[in-house]
Structures are given as structure tokens and as C-alpha cells.
């Protein structure tokens, strides 16, 4: 797909038909987190493929955002192993795990898998439930798997502020 049809056509799915997704694409979508960068080439990111029906309970315990998806990817990221960046008020963990995340949503549209970026629950209580190791912080979750009939974007998906809005030349 070219990129600014991927681009145009992502939404946030927010009813999934149960159909999981081809290992194929899957490994795709993960390689393209894989190739995002990150600070200083850290690669500090963590990533938790949850497909198990035990996990996915874990899951809707703490979020009513999974919306069926038969796939959560959970993005972390290793504290002990950011970059701290000049004037050390901010570090790498989060942007990079965010870049590591819009990569991956943007190769699920791009092999035809729906996506829903969710932040709606807490990160502490999910990496208690699910036993990750106290180094890691979890940023997301990302829902993936193929649209339920009838299923569409939201109706102010494509209501975007004009650029002048939005961008300053200085």
C-alpha cells in the first residue's frame, strides 16, 4: 500500500471480528517496531505479543478497549536503559516506545490488520497482573485484528484541523 494510503486509511478499530492475525503479518507489524529508531540506537523497547484467551482476560480486567481483538501488543520500555537528554528534565523511554508503537500500527494497515491504539488503563496494575519485570515501564497497548461487520471509524475520525492551526514557519 503506499504510505499515504496507509496513512489516510488507519483508524482505531473499535470492534474486531475475532479472526486472528496471519503469522506473516504479525512478524511484519513486529519488524516494523523492530526498525523504528530510538535514542542513541538503544533499542530499550519491550514487546509482549498477548494471544492466549487466559491473557487477554488479564486484559479486559483493567480496560473495556480491547474491543475483541484476538491480539494486544504490549509496548514497554527498559528504564535502566534510556538516554537522558540535556537539561535532564526528560529521557528517551516514552518517544521511543511511542515511535516503536506508530511504526507497528501503521505496518498493521499496511497488511490490511486493524488497529486501535489504547492507553485507557493502568500501566502499574497491568504489569503487576501480567509479571513484567520491575525495569520495564509498560506506554500502550495495541489492539489488533481484522474489523467486525460494520464496524467503521468514528464519526469525527476524518474532522482534522486546517494545517495554519496547527504548524508555525518561524
Known amino acids: 500500500m ?14 474486531y471480528s475475532g ?6 503479518k504479525l512478524d511484519a507489524i ?9 535514542a542513541k540506537n538503544l533499542q530499550e523497547q519491550h514487546i509482549y505479543v498477548i494471544q492466549s484467551n487466559e491473557t487477554l ?22 528504564k535502566e536503559n534510556v538516554y537522558t ?3 535532564e528534565k526528560y529521557s528517551s523511554g516514552i518517544e521511543d516506545a511511542t515511535i516503536v508503537a506508530t511504526h ?12 486501535c491504539w489504547v492507553n485507557f488503563f493502568d500501566p502499574d496494575k497491568l504489569a503487576k497482573i501480567l509479571e513484567l519485570p520491575q525495569n520495564e515501564e509498560v506506554i500502550m497497548l495495541l489492539d489488533l485484528g481484522y474489523a467486525a461487520e460494520g464496524a467503521c471509524p468514528l464519526s469525527n ?10 504548524v508555525t514557519y518561524l
Open 57 to 78: 482476560a488479564k486484559i479486559d480486567s483493567l480496560t473495556p478497549c480491547r474491543y475483541g481483538a484476538p491480539t494486544v501488543i504490549v509496548v514497554a520500555y527498559n
Open 104 to 115: 507497528m500500527l501503521l505496518a498493521a494497515t499496511n497488511e490490511n490488520v486493524d488497529s
Open 157 to 166: 475520525h476524518f474532522s482534522r484541523k486546517p494545517l495554519i492551526d496547527t
Open 19 to 24: 479472526r486472528q492475525v496471519e503469522f506473516d
Open 30 to 38: 513486529l519488524n516494523a517496531g523492530r526498525l523504528a529508531p530510538t
Open 2 to 15: 503506499d504510505f499515504k494510503e496507509v496513512v489516510k486509511n488507519r483508524y482505531s478499530c473499535k470492534k
Open 85 to 87: 537528554y540535556p537539561g
